[in-house]
């Protein structure tokens, strides 16, 4: 019994981790979203040389964390496969 509970709470924990994750994600990519669509202009050469330095940070940081995305698409695909009752 004590095995088939520990089985039963590590598929809890893991699907608590789950969601934790993917309101992380989402959380960082709505704060993304807002930061990008605020509609700051350049109105000199500085400007726009800084706007591009943002933007490319912005593309490096969407880079580094591609795996995390993918990592979680491939957990929340797995869970669909289970059948997982959540």
């Known amino acids: 019994m004590s095995a088939k509970r520990k ?4 598929e ?6 789950f969601i934790q ?4 994600e989402e959380a960082w990519l709505i704060e993304k979203q807002r930061i990008c669509q605020a509609g700051i202009t350049a109105k ?4 726009v040389l800084s706007l591009q330095q943002k933007h490319k940070v912005l ?4 880079k580094a964390r591609k795996n995390k995305f993918d990592q979680l698409g491939a957990t929340g695909r797995q869970l669909i496969a289970e059948k997982h009752p959540r």
């Open 7 to 10: 089985a039963i709470l590590e």
């Open 12 to 17: 809890a924990r893991n699907f608590y981790q």
């Open 21 to 24: 994750d993917q309101e992380d």
């Open 44 to 47: 000199d050469l500085r400007g």
């Open 59 to 62: 593309v490096d940081e969407i």
